[in-house]
């Protein structure tokens, strides 16, 4: 079980970590869909590249916000994400980061969706972002599971938990 930790640890696919510190992971555990009325959730995720080195950590996610288009088995989000991008880049100086999207699933064990993996490699074709990956994040009832996309390769890939 995921809830309650200091944070989870995935090894990236070339190297590196990717860190989901605790203070995500509160805001994940408050939109777990385990009760059928509860709707999809979903944001952004925002942190650090960290210098000489290929770990990210991520520091912060967008909750769900009233315009998003929210029901059992989807989530679409609206630019009221963006100005959390741009306010978060602004106060960090320019070190938080935009580093890709979170939703939830009612599944114990999540697995991403056709709908989700084209709208990743959408947003990884489209999106304005530093450096060639982006994460995606989908919180279930048992597991939370992360994937890294590339944009040069146009794969999607999962991590695994640095156990």
Not at 9 to 30: D, M, P, Q, S, V
Not at 62 to 71: I, T
Not at 72 to 95: A, C, D, V
Request: hydrophobic share 35%; with cysteine; net charge positive.
């Amino acid at each position: 079980m995921w809830r309650s930790t200091k944070g989870i640890i995935f090894r990236r696919i070339e190297g590196g970590r990717l860190k989901i510190a605790k203070e995500a992971l509160i805001i994940f555990e408050n939109f777990i869909q385990d009760e059928h009325k509860k709707k999809e959730a979903g944001g952004v995720l925002l942190g650090r590249m960290i210098k000489k080195s290929d770990d990210v950590i991520i520091d912060m996610v967008s909750p769900p916000q009233k315009k998003d288009k929210r029901k059992r088995t989807f989530f679409k989000r609206n630019n009221e994400h963006q100005n959390i991008i741009n306010q978060e880049w602004e106060k960090s100086k320019g070190t938080c980061n935009y580093l890709g999207e979170w939703h939830t699933h009612p599944e114990d064990n999540p697995t991403p969706s056709r709908v989700d993996l084209k709208n990743w490699k959408k947003q990884l074709k489209n999106a304005m972002y530093e450096g060639d990956t982006l994460f995606f994040i989908i919180v279930g009832i048992q597991e939370v599971v992360a994937f890294e996309g590339s944009k040069s390769k146009l794969t999607i890939q999962k991590l695994l938990k640095n156990e």
